[in-house]
Nanobody, 122 residues
Framework: QVQLIESGGGVVQAGGSLRLSCVAS????????MAWYRQAAGNQRELVAV???????EYANSVKGRFTISRDNAKYTVYLQMSGLKPEDTAVYYC????????????????WGQGTQVTVSS
């Protein structure tokens, strides 16, 4: 089995910064894309940022220039550095990993973390 554990959420004032981390562990051969999603109360889950194994990144328009996604492949870890936080960034943030379990199979398995709350006060 594979587990994703997020950390780093909390309460911060508008304009502040937070750094989220997500560590994958378990039956892992390798990990392709890793991503951060968020879900605000009453809203659907939305993609925040994604990073490929080689480091190519994409961001939601709402966070471009403020958030930075990065990863450490050796540690199966993905980060989200959030700066210039706004009240509308308040949400539960989830990480997702596309896991390759076996060296002889290209099949990916999607795993999600349990979520970490980020609250931005005005």
């Amino acid at each position: 089995q594979v587990q994703l554990i997020e950390s780093g959420g909390g309460v911060v004032q508008a304009g502040g910064s937070l750094r989220l981390s997500c560590v994958a562990s378990g039956s892992i051969f390798d990990i392709n894309d890793m991503a951060w999603y968020r879900q605000a109360a009453g809203n659907q889950r939305e993609l925040v940022a994604v990073i490929t194994r080689s480091g190519t990144t994409e961001y939601a328009n709402s966070v471009k220039g403020r958030f930075t996604i990065s990863r450490d492949n050796a540690k199966y870890t993905v980060y989200l550095q959030m700066s210039g936080l706004k009240p509308e960034d308040t949400a539960v943030y989830y990480c997702k990993a596309e896991v390759l379990k076996y060296s002889d199979s290209p099949q990916e398995y999607d795993y999600w973390g349990q979520g970490t709350q980020v609250t931005v006060s005005s």
